[in-house]
């Protein structure tokens, strides 16, 4: 694990983190009845923390893997009885989600203008305090600094459904509690145990990976399941999901936007940084398992997505479904995959968020959520209607959109995965079915979830936004005013700018998750390590996509064909067939350098290795 860089005398990192809890220091001094006043503090005091985030990204260097930005103010001893430090920084995976985090900030305070008219200085409290939680556990690389920040989150968000949510608040809101806290006391546990064994003197990140892969077999797989618990209750994972319909449908809108945008993705992002690195001869037996289970939600989650009759439980569903992408390109542990993982975190968060926040509007308007109770609104809403067109289309996935890119790279990366074929999966084995034939599987049956989710919402968009007005009351509805308009556009600007540039994002996410992958493939142990070095290297073979430089795919095929030209005595042109003996006196037929009757390609010296890996 690389120590962070130390990159700046101003701790930036810092200060984009407690901006927000500052302003909830200052809006304590405001009366109660200055609702406006109370508005404005939170939208300036987000803003600024949103500007002050940028200077993350800007500072930030895409080449280095490890962490960076960490000021000397902000690695230093916290309590020092148990040897707890205050340690922030930030890798490339963080970075991003960081943004997001204080992106989504004054679109939640806009959005809620009109909605929360009661108890409103509570309610800008709670959202100011949640933001400071979330960023604080993006950052943390102590692990008591992580879970005081990760249990401060529970609270506020408690509070957003309880008080501010609907009818059945208290219910979702006991039931969010509760799930959560089983999970987080398991981890705590845990937490504790490795300090224990570690020697009792530190909960630096490092330090704690370090004395967590001393530990036996069967205590690293009890430890990792208290981990991948409390961060797959938080995805959440079929089916453990449970809860999330509820909260979703319950919570007011700002509720639901954090609880999309940003909250969900703590689960991915824990089991990157703290459960997976940690126990990583644990990660390759449960992977087969949590594959099995992403599979099953991707599914699962369309197909009752598609059933419903009320548009927030259709979306919320719909999470379920996006988000088991998320953990099987991260169990895939493939660089592609697990680059896919992290960008896909970051589309949902854009797309989701953004189809809450015009459910919600169209509440505002009509006090409803059924989908019956809508219909031709593209008719009073045209403007209203481009821009939900967008963001549903954005969900969907449809290339050019943020949706497409994440799930593509989870389906590719998935593919070439030899770890979901580890494990005693005896019936795929009875079968026949090898590691790389139980990954085709696996990638097959979730691209049906991709089929299924432009149904689902196409059928959302037809029955809400096209086709007669079925209701009067539909005819006398506002289209958005300039405050909303504020709200949605960011959203769908960003949409098009991150599935029309993803690379901007891919530079800075893929160093540190190759870092991450080959941390755990480095120190698995015992008959892993040997499997592990068995098939890296028909791992890289596979590699017919550049995730770094997005080569085309001419490019591709040019450095492959250079690559077999010595050998193969051929020339391969673009779409063209070419001839030519390769090392065993064979002929090479096939179309492109990637023809499956190509031979001698890889392994000059092996017949059946050339054959396969094409």
Same mark, same amino acid.
């Given at each position: 694990?690389?120590?962070?860089?130390?990159?700046?005398?101003?701790?930036?990192?810092?200060?984009?983190?407690?901006?927000?809890?500052?302003?909830?220091?200052?809006?304590?001094?405001?009366?109660?009845?200055?609702?406006?006043?109370?508005?404005?503090?939170?939208?300036?005091?987000?803003?600024?923390?949103?500007?002050?985030?940028?200077?993350?990204?800007?500072?930030?260097?895409?080449?280095?893997?490890?962490?960076?930005?960490?000021?000397?103010?902000?690695?230093?001893?916290?309590?020092?009885?148990?040897?707890?430090?205050?340690?922030?920084?930030?890798?490339?995976?963080?970075?991003?989600?960081?943004?997001?985090?204080?992106?989504?900030?004054?679109?939640?305070?806009?959005?809620?203008?009109?909605?929360?008219?009661?108890?409103?200085?509570?309610?800008?409290?709670?959202?100011?305090?949640?933001?400071?939680?979330?960023?604080?556990?993006?950052?943390?690389?102590?692990?008591?600094?992580?879970?005081?920040?990760?249990?401060?989150?529970? =609270?506020?968000?408690?509070?957003?459904?309880?008080?501010?949510?609907?009818?059945?608040?208290?219910?979702?809101?006991?039931?969010?509690?509760?799930?959560?806290?089983?999970?987080?006391?398991?981890?705590?546990?845990?937490?504790?145990? #490795?300090?224990?064994?570690?020697?009792?003197?530190?909960?630096?990140?490092?330090?704690?990976? $370090?004395?967590?892969?001393?530990?036996?077999?069967? $205590?690293?797989?009890?430890?990792?399941?208290?981990?991948?618990?409390?961060?797959?209750?938080?995805?959440?994972?079929?089916?453990?999901?449970?809860?999330?319909?509820?909260?979703?449908?319950?919570?007011?809108?700002?509720?639901?936007?954090?609880?999309?945008?940003?909250?969900?993705?703590?689960?991915?992002?824990?089991?990157?940084?703290?459960?997976?690195?940690?126990?990583?001869?644990?990660?390759?037996?449960?992977?087969?398992?949590?594959?099995?289970?992403?599979?099953?939600?991707?599914?699962?989650?369309?197909?009752?997505?598609?059933?419903?009759?009320?548009?927030?439980?259709?979306?919320?569903?719909?999470?379920?479904?996006?988000?088991?992408?998320?953990?099987?390109?991260? #169990?895939?542990?493939?660089?592609?995959?697990?680059?896919?993982?992290?960008?896909?975190?970051?589309?949902?968060?854009?797309?989701?968020?953004?189809?809450?926040?015009?459910?919600?509007?169209?509440?505002?308007?009509?006090?409803?959520?059924?989908?019956?109770?809508?219909?031709?609104?593209?008719?009073?809403?045209?403007?209203?209607?481009?821009?939900?067109?967008?963001?549903?289309?954005?969900?969907?996935?449809?290339?050019?959109?943020?949706?497409?890119?994440?799930?593509?790279?989870?389906?590719?990366?998935?593919?070439?995965?030899?770890?979901?074929?580890?494990?005693?999966?005896?019936?795929?084995?009875?079968?026949?079915?090898?590691?790389?034939?139980?990954?085709?599987?696996?990638?097959?049956?979730?691209?049906?979830?991709?089929?299924?989710?432009?149904?689902?919402?196409?059928?959302?968009?037809?029955? #809400?936004?096209?086709?007669?007005?079925?209701?009067?009351?539909?005819?006398?509805?506002?289209?958005?005013?300039?405050?909303?308009?504020?709200?949605? #556009?960011?959203?769908?600007?960003?949409?098009?700018?991150?599935?029309?540039?993803?690379? =901007?994002?891919?530079?800075?996410?893929?160093?540190?998750?190759?870092?991450?992958?080959?941390?755990?493939?480095?120190?698995?142990?015992?008959?892993?390590?040997?499997?592990?070095?068995?098939?890296?290297?028909?791992?890289?073979?596979?590699?017919?996509?550049?995730?770094?430089?997005?080569?085309?795919?001419?490019?591709?095929?040019?450095?492959?064909?250079?690559?077999?030209?010595?050998?193969?005595?051929?020339?391969?042109?673009?779409?063209?067939?070419?001839?030519?003996?390769?090392?065993?006196?064979?002929?090479?037929?096939? $179309?492109?350098?990637?023809?499956?009757?190509?031979?001698?390609?890889?392994?000059?010296?092996?017949?059946?290795?050339?054959?396969?890996?094409?």
């Amino acid at each position: 694990m690389m120590d962070a860089i130390s990159a700046s005398a101003i701790p930036w990192i810092s200060l984009t983190v407690f901006t927000p809890f500052l302003g909830a220091l200052i809006l304590m001094l405001v009366p109660a009845e200055h609702h406006r006043v109370h508005r404005n503090i939170a939208l300036a005091v987000m803003s600024l923390t949103f500007l002050i985030s940028i200077t993350l990204v800007v500072s930030f260097d895409s080449s280095v893997a490890g962490y960076q930005l960490t000021s000397t103010l902000e690695n230093i001893g916290w309590i020092r009885a148990i040897g707890a430090r205050y340690h922030v920084g930030i890798d490339g995976i963080s970075l991003w989600l960081v943004l997001l985090t204080t992106f989504l900030g004054p679109i939640v305070v806009l959005a809620s203008t009109r909605y929360i008219t009661t108890k409103v200085k509570e309610f800008h409290l709670a959202l100011l305090v949640l933001q400071t939680a979330m960023l604080g556990a993006f950052v943390s690389l102590d692990l008591l600094l992580f879970y005081m920040f990760w249990e401060l989150m529970l =609270i506020p968000m408690y509070l957003l459904i309880g008080v501010w949510g609907s009818t059945d608040r208290i219910y979702a809101a006991v039931k969010l509690f509760i799930y959560t806290m089983v999970g987080s006391v398991l981890m705590l546990v845990a937490i504790l145990y #490795v300090y224990a064994k570690s020697g009792g003197d530190s909960f630096a990140l490092a330090h704690m990976i $370090e004395g967590a892969r001393s530990l036996g077999a069967g $205590e690293q797989r009890w430890l990792f399941a208290a981990f991948a618990l409390a961060f797959l209750i938080k995805v959440p994972l079929f089916p453990l999901h449970t809860w999330l319909p509820d909260a979703h449908v319950q919570a007011p809108t700002a509720g639901s936007v954090v609880l999309a945008g940003v909250l969900l993705k703590m689960g991915v992002y824990g089991l990157i940084r703290y459960g997976m690195p940690m126990f990583p001869d644990a990660v390759f037996e449960a992977a087969p398992i949590i594959a099995i289970l992403s599979v099953i939600g991707i599914v699962y989650g369309a197909l009752v997505a598609y059933v419903q009759d009320d548009a927030k439980k259709l979306i919320a569903y719909s999470s379920v479904s996006h988000l088991g992408f998320c953990t099987l390109g991260l #169990v895939a542990l493939t660089t592609e995959s697990v680059t896919g993982a992290v960008f896909q975190c970051l589309a949902h968060g854009i797309a989701t968020s953004g189809l809450f926040l015009c459910i919600g509007m169209l509440y505002e308007r009509r006090h409803t959520r059924l989908i019956a109770d809508f219909g031709g609104m593209t008719k009073p809403m045209p403007r209203f209607a481009v821009l939900f067109v967008f963001i549903a289309m954005a969900s969907a996935g449809v290339p050019g959109l943020v949706g497409f890119v994440g799930e593509y790279l989870i389906l590719i990366g998935s593919a070439k995965s030899y770890i979901l074929g580890f494990g005693e999966l005896s019936f795929f084995s009875h079968l026949g079915f090898g590691p790389d034939k139980i990954a085709m599987l696996f990638v097959a049956i979730a691209a049906t979830g991709m089929v299924l989710g432009a149904l689902y919402l196409l059928l959302m968009l037809q029955k #809400v936004m096209f086709g007669p007005i079925r209701h009067d009351e539909n005819r006398e509805v506002a289209d958005v005013s300039a405050r909303e308009s504020l709200v949605l #556009v960011p959203l769908v600007l960003a949409a098009i700018f991150m599935g029309v540039q993803p690379q =901007i994002f891919l530079d800075d996410i893929e160093p540190a998750v190759e870092r991450f992958i080959a941390d755990i493939e480095a120190n698995t142990t015992g008959d892993r390590a040997e499997l592990v070095s068995e098939h890296r290297e028909a791992l890289m073979r596979q590699q017919r996509f550049d995730v770094d430089r997005a080569q085309s795919p001419w490019e591709i095929q040019g450095e492959v064909g250079e690559s077999h030209s010595d050998d193969s005595h051929g020339e391969g042109g673009h779409g063209e067939e070419f001839h030519g003996e390769d090392s065993h006196g064979e002929d090479s037929h096939g $179309e492109d350098s990637h023809g499956e009757d190509s031979h001698g390609s890889d392994n000059h010296d092996n017949h059946d290795h050339a054959g396969h890996n094409h």
